[in-house]
């Protein structure tokens, strides 16, 4: 089966900084590796996703329906809320027989079910709104000066963006286990001759990059950490 990737972030600075972005994809390539799926295109946005009529302010999401419509292809998502935590708007999607693919829930073709889950998202963007509300406002009642600031990051935030990282690349190392298990068996081992077969069969690395000894050396140990080795 063949079809076309969406990735969506909502804000210009997570598409700047990839944050999210890495994670998503890494998912949809899991899947799509697990279930035999080739991804033809991927298209990526940042933009928001709220509002029934998100379509018209997405052009990479029209133009990856519209490519899947033409090739008769599903459309990967990695969650439903990166198509959108409108109800509405995927109720509309599914009534215009768009298909599309969660690979959180994976083959899931019961109409009932996605409703169910769109309708879960959007009222985790409300409560994520009113959190972020009483946040400021407390912030603010403690004299907390709201705004754009030019203070380096705290320890704190510091250590939570490493966190996230730490949790993209366990991910990751996760969902490319299986062939790094198959190159080290037939490398030996050695962890040179796995990069080199790895990068001869086309499999990228977490950043998209060529394979090395040391990346491949990592994604072991991590593996080895998580307790998912050999």
């Not at 959190?131 to 754009?148: E, I, M, S, W």
């Not at 705290?154 to 490319?176: N, P, R, Y």
Request: proline share 3%.
């Amino acid at each position: 089966m063949n079809a076309v990737a969406y990735c969506r972030v909502s804000t210009r600075e997570q598409g700047e900084s990839g944050l999210g972005l890495e994670a998503q994809r890494a998912a949809i390539i899991a899947f799509a590796v697990r279930e035999g799926i080739t991804v033809e295109t991927w298209y990526t946005e940042v933009e928001t996703g709220k509002g029934s009529d998100a379509l018209d302010r997405r052009p990479k999401l029209a133009e990856a329906l519209r490519q899947a419509a033409r090739g008769r292809m599903p459309v990967l998502v990695s969650k439903l809320d990166r198509l959108s935590r409108d109800v509405h708007f995927i109720s509309g999607l599914m009534s215009n027989r768009a298909e599309f693919i969660v690979t959180e829930l994976g083959r899931q073709n019961d109409p009932f079910v996605l409703h169910l889950f769109a309708a879960l998202a959007q009222k985790e963007r409300q409560l994520i709104s009113e959190r972020t509300k009483a946040g400021l406002a407390v912030a603010k009642a403690q004299g907390v000066k709201l705004g754009t600031s030019r203070c380096p990051p705290t320890t704190q935030q510091l250590a939570a963006a490493g966190a996230a990282q730490s949790a993209i690349a366990d991910e990751f190392a996760k969902f490319v286990r299986p062939h790094l298990i198959v190159a080290m068996t037939e490398a030996g081992g050695n962890y040179e001759r796995a990069a080199k077969t790895l990068n001869e069969g086309r499999q990228m690395s977490a950043r998209s990059k060529l394979w090395e000894r040391r990346s491949v050396s990592a994604a072991v140990k991590r593996l080895k950490k998580l307790g998912m080795w050999p």
